[in-house]
């Protein structure tokens, strides 16, 4: 039976892609890890630290796995405040998968980028491989994940592939760690008090999707024939784009009075470093994205779901 491996299942992401690839294959052994013992959660799970490699090794051997998709990683404002943890995580927890990949013979390794791959001197609607240079630790990381990714394809033929995403939004998980996560926690707080204190600047605008969108868009580049792929981790992908006012503005058509009030913290020049939309035409023609959420019908799932939630 193939087996796949997800690393980081406690996450914002896996704890969406685990269920959604149980759903997706009947005759595949989904194997969920995280660094955290015992959770409650369906089975197989496993413990895994990935900055130990050994303990990757040992559940690779263990199942005989075929694919990973490495979602374990600390997000961008996680990564300021504790940049040697950050390093450690996505640094050294990705060379420890791709190493036992070549290792072990992998089908395949799926490891998500991200917009922060960009810094301040790439604005504007950037494509795969306009100039990368970000300021903080989580874009370095992630820059280099895409070399590297790069680096093992050429080298190794180990087939690495991932997608730059940029904020996911989710009635699902709360995010933790990022500076997107403004435009998922504002949802639960005017629900639940009708207020929310924003971290940035209310025209601070960011490239965003909805997690099914992510989730299919994961989903579908990890299935793609490998020859119709021009890159490997660098896939942009930009769901929709709004202003942390925008959103409020939405927000407050559904629920009625949403006192929103914005006091930029230092994850504001995070924000600021990042380009507001993304070309995302290679995504487009070469596997076929194209997301189904625009603003209106993401804040109306968000609200409908996190209402029922509260009832
Ligand atoms: C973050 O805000 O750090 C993440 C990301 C854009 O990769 N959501």
Redesign the pocket.
């Given at each position: 039976m193939d087996t796949i491996l997800v690393t980081g299942a406690l996450g914002q992401i896996g704890s969406e892609l685990t269920p959604a690839l149980r759903d997706r294959y009947d005759d595949v052994r989904i194997v969920a890890s995280d660094i955290e013992s015992g959770p409650d959660v369906s089975q197989p799970y496993e413990t895994v630290d990935v900055t130990d490699r050994s303990q990757v090794e040992a559940v690779v051997e263990k199942y005989d796995v075929d694919t990973v998709f490495h979602l374990a990683a600390l997000?961008?404002?996680a990564g300021e405040q504790n940049p040697d943890k950050a390093f450690e995580v996505n640094i050294q927890g990705l060379y420890n998968v791709l190493e036992v990949g070549r290792e072990y013979g992998l089908n395949r390794i799926v490891v998500p980028s991200?917009?922060?791959v960009y810094g301040p001197a790439t604005r504007n609607n950037p494509s795969e491989r306009a100039i990368r240079s970000p300021t903080t630790m989580?874009g370095i990381s992630k820059v280099l994940a895409e070399n590297l990714a790069t680096y093992y394809y050429q080298t190794y033929d180990l087939d690495v592939r991932g997608i730059r995403?940029?904020?996911?939004v989710s009635h699902k998980t709360r995010?933790d760690g990022?500076?997107?996560?403004y435009a998922v926690d504002a949802f639960y707080e005017a629900i639940d008090t009708g207020e929310y204190t924003y971290f940035v600047r209310k025209d601070t605008r960011l490239p965003m999707v909805y997690m099914a969108d992510a989730i299919d868009a994961i989903i579908t580049l990890s299935e793609a024939d490998k020859s119709d792929l021009r890159f490997q981790c660098e896939y942009n992908i930009s769901g929709l784009s709004f202003t942390a006012s925008e959103l409020s503005e939405r927000i407050e058509e559904r629920i009625g009075r949403f006192n929103a009030r914005y006091e930029p913290d230092g994850r504001q020049s995070i924000a600021d470093s990042w380009p507001s939309t993304l070309d995302d035409s290679a995504a487009r023609s070469d596997w076929g994205w194209s997301p189904e959420y625009d603003l209106d019908r993401l804040v109306d799932e968000m609200v409908r779901n996190l209402q029922r939630k509260v009832k």
């Open positions: 997000l961008s404002a991200s917009i922060a989580y995403l940029p904020g996911i995010p990022g500076t997107t996560d």
